[in-house]
């Protein structure tokens, strides 16, 4: 009995299936379609209108306990997002989010405890020189997760693309994505190097990391 209703509660989610063969496979997933047009469509208004009400900050090295500012290396301005206070279009994000955590943490038993996210504008001119998601003084970051709220009609000649620094047998290669709206990229924290290059048009994602204890 206990089995029988083990299996009817438990449904395979293809999209999230798909997400963890990538990451096994090459320690990342991109990912179109994780929320629909529609949703995006809720989001981006959402970042911009927080940006218009001037509660956007300039992003900052490193984690909250040791941040400094350096404009040679990143330029984007970012705004914190509060699960706990969320509005309707935030709910929206994290329930999907959450989704996704429920089910990692249940077939992967990853033990995905906490996550942080933030809304994040480079505007004309910025960039994100390359790094690793992960500190010398905090190593709970394990996924990254970048979703692109850009609007209809991104081209590559906009710059703004997220470069992947895989190892492969040894040799170095790159992987680059281009911040299509909708499009959404998860790698491992602590292994994928990774940079923003210069942006030509306003760019705009949602950003995060899924962290253990």
């Known amino acids: 009995m206990n089995q029988l209703f083990e299996e009817i509660s438990f449904v395979e989610n293809p999209q999230f299936e798909g997400i963890i063969g990538d990451i096994l496979l090459r320690k990342y997933s991109i990912v179109e379609n994780f929320f629909s047009d529609e949703e995006v469509c809720i989001l981006r208004q959402s970042l911009l209108k927080k940006h218009e009400e001037n509660t956007f900050k300039k992003a900052a090295i490193g984690n909250r306990v040791n941040e400094t ?17 969320a509005d309707d279009s935030e709910r929206l994000f994290f329930n999907k989010i959450n989704n996704l955590v429920d089910y990692l943490n249940k077939t992967c038993f990853l033990g995905i405890l906490h996550k942080e996210f933030h809304y994040a504008l480079y505007p004309e001119g910025t960039f994100y020189k390359r790094h690793l998601d992960t500190f010398q003084n905090d190593d709970r970051r394990k996924l990254s997760f970048v979703c692109y709220l850009n609007e ?3 081209s590559p000649e906009n710059g703004g693309e997220l470069v992947l620094y895989l190892n492969n047998d ?5 992987k680059v994505v281009y911040p299509f709206p909708g499009r959404v990229v998860i790698f491992e924290s602590q292994i994928l190097e990774h940079e923003v290059k210069p942006v030509n048009t306003e760019r705009l994602s949602i950003t995060g990391w899924l ?3």
Do not use: A, F, N, P
């Open 69 to 85: 500012i350096v404009k040679s290396i990143r330029g984007d301005v970012i705004l914190w997002m509060d699960e706990q206070r």
């Open 152 to 154: 209809d009609g991104w």
């Open 170 to 174: 040894g040799q170095e290669t790159e």
């Open 211 to 213: 962290k253990t204890r």
